[in-house]
């Protein structure tokens, strides 16, 4: 099975970057849905976390890399896509499953990250700035920044969408070949 793994910060592109996959037909989970499913299955240890929290908390208690276990046992076919990987331990229980593990890091400047997080108006999207910057260092704490650092490949969204869209296809154009 080959396996990409995307990485990236909050509002770098990872969404649009996994609709080109989705239109070429390529299986995927999210990791974020995972915790989001989780979280409503919560303990009464974890009922005052934030989401964020607890995925935090989870992964203290059964190891950083429990997020990837928990995706690992949904996984089948040829190629499969993984999206918001936060940690080396997570890109290494994947190499765990298969020699064949991409890790592509998509990157945006802080302020367009910023704008983008607020303009798609999610529960999670940032009330200000100071919001944000504790949201990049909670997900850098988990091991974030050197997910991007040591990736495989690094596609940079600065652009406009159609440019980061003909990227992502010709990134996976390649590892469809």
Not at 111 to 125: T, W
Not at 127 to 150: N, P, Q, T, Y
Request: glycine share 8%.
């Amino acid at each position: 099975m080959k396996l990409i793994a995307i990485t990236g910060m909050p509002g770098a592109g990872k969404e649009e970057f996994l609709n080109v996959a989705r239109a070429r037909g390529i299986p995927f989970i999210r990791m974020g849905d995972l915790v989001r499913e989780m979280y409503p299955l919560r303990g009464p240890e974890d009922k005052e976390l934030t989401l964020g929290q607890f995925a935090t908390a989870e992964r203290e208690r059964h190891g950083y890399n429990i997020w990837a276990k928990r995706a690992l046992e949904r996984m089948d076919g040829d190629i499969y896509l993984i999206d918001g990987c936060r940690s080396l331990d997570e890109i290494e229980a994947y190499r765990g499953l298969t020699d064949d593990v991409n890790v592509v890091a998509i990157h945006t400047s802080p302020s367009i990250r910023y704008e983008r997080l607020v303009r798609r108006g999610r529960d999670d999207a940032p009330k200000d700035l100071d919001e944000f910057h504790a949201r990049d260092d909670r997900e850098m704490g988990w091991g974030l920044a050197k997910a991007i650092v040591l990736s495989d490949h690094l596609i940079v969204n600065e652009g406009t969408l159609e440019e980061f869209r003909a990227d992502a296809n010709a990134f996976l154009d390649r590892m469809q070949s």
